[in-house]
């Protein structure tokens, strides 16, 4: 069966923010010549141990990478390329923390979002996330791989509490910090649904009600970009931000 072509338009910006003194944010769309999609959010951790450096190399050899490969043939091909190319990323930035002083504790969060015809590869590692806009409401479609979502799914904590969790921002799995490492990988069916995926510096910020309000409207992609990081500024800024958004056109 001929793979549909996709037609689309996307956006994507980082943000210091307004307390950081860095940004250690990385993002990225790339479409290819066969229409598919790629989407990319890492948010580094470390700081001064480089954590900006963990980011941009993730998202640089994913690009490079992306560009690379002339086609993908199925979901599965897509899967194992992904996941190959995350083992590589990791051992490279596990061995340079364990190796260089100025590396030590330096890591990243990655969300990814593949989109190959009528369906979508989502990987996650970390906390950043992807939502999706489905029948008009926007749905997450990761899971935050943090203490206090572990503290949620056991029972021992409510979502309502959890934002307000002096442990909220512990990450419970991020690439660089282990030799090995597991990422959640999930397909699900793609056909027009607007796509965003943001770091944590978007969603602690700004509620998901108002994310969702400004995905909806009519305005244009950089300027619904431009909307959401101002709200996240305007509401303290307390982290770097990053976003990145996909809206799907016509298919032929």
Same mark, same amino acid.
């Given at each position: 069966?001929?793979?549909?072509?996709?037609?689309g338009?996307?956006a994507?910006?980082i943000?210091? =923010?307004?307390?950081r003194?860095?940004?250690? !944010?990385?993002?990225?769309?790339? @479409?290819?010549?066969n &229409?598919?999609?790629l989407m990319?959010?890492a948010? =580094?951790?470390?700081g001064?141990?480089?954590?900006?450096?963990?980011?941009?190399?993730? @998202?640089?050899?994913?690009?490079?990478?992306?560009?690379e490969?002339?086609?993908?043939?199925?979901i599965?091909?897509? +899967?194992?390329?992904?996941l190959?190319?995350? +083992?590589k990323?990791?051992?490279y930035?596990?061995?340079?923390s *364990?190796?260089?002083?100025?590396? +030590?504790?330096?890591?990243?969060?990655?969300?990814?979002?593949? *989109? #190959?015809g009528?369906?979508? @590869?989502?990987l996650?590692v970390?906390?950043?996330r992807?939502y999706?806009?489905?029948?008009?409401k926007?749905?997450?479609?990761? $899971?935050?791989q943090t203490? @206090?979502q572990?503290?949620?799914?056991?029972?021992?904590?409510s979502? $309502? &509490?959890?934002?307000? #969790?002096?442990?909220?921002?512990?990450?419970?799995?991020?690439i660089?910090?282990?030799?090995?490492?597991?990422?959640?990988?999930?397909?699900?069916?793609?056909?027009?649904?607007? /796509?965003?995926?943001?770091s &944590? =510096?978007?969603?602690n910020?700004?509620?998901?009600?108002? /994310?969702?309000?400004v995905l909806?409207?009519?305005?244009?992609?950089?300027?619904?970009v !431009?909307?959401?990081?101002?709200i996240?500024?305007?509401?303290?800024?307390? !982290?770097?931000?990053?976003?990145?958004?996909? $809206?799907?056109?016509?298919?032929?």
């Amino acid at each position: 069966m001929k793979k549909e072509r996709i037609k689309g338009r996307f956006a994507f910006k980082i943000d210091q =923010g307004k307390v950081r003194v860095s940004n250690e !944010d990385s993002a990225k769309v790339l @479409v290819n010549s066969n &229409d598919d999609v790629l989407m990319l959010v890492a948010d =580094g951790m470390g700081g001064a141990k480089k954590g900006d450096y963990a980011s941009q190399y993730i @998202v640089e050899k994913f690009t490079n990478a992306f560009k690379e490969k002339t086609k993908f043939s199925s979901i599965l091909s897509i +899967k194992y390329w992904l996941l190959s190319n995350l +083992k590589k990323i990791n051992k490279y930035l596990y061995n340079l923390s *364990i190796s260089n002083k100025e590396y +030590k504790g330096m890591g990243s969060t990655l969300t990814m979002c593949f *989109i #190959h015809g009528d369906k979508a @590869v989502i990987l996650n590692v970390g906390d950043s996330r992807c939502y999706m806009i489905e029948n008009k409401k926007m749905v997450q479609k990761t $899971e935050d791989q943090t203490y @206090v979502q572990y503290l949620i799914k056991s029972g021992t904590l409510s979502p $309502e &509490d959890a934002k307000t #969790h002096p442990d909220r921002h512990a990450l419970m799995n991020a690439i660089g910090i282990y030799p090995s490492l597991s990422a959640d990988v999930s397909v699900v069916k793609h056909y027009d649904e607007t /796509i965003m995926i943001c770091s &944590d =510096g978007l969603y602690n910020n700004v509620s998901e009600p108002n /994310i969702e309000n400004v995905l909806m409207t009519d305005d244009d992609l950089n300027t619904k970009v !431009d909307t959401l990081i101002n709200i996240a500024n305007f509401n303290g800024g307390s !982290d770097n931000i990053s976003v990145a958004i996909w $809206e799907c056109g016509s298919r032929d």
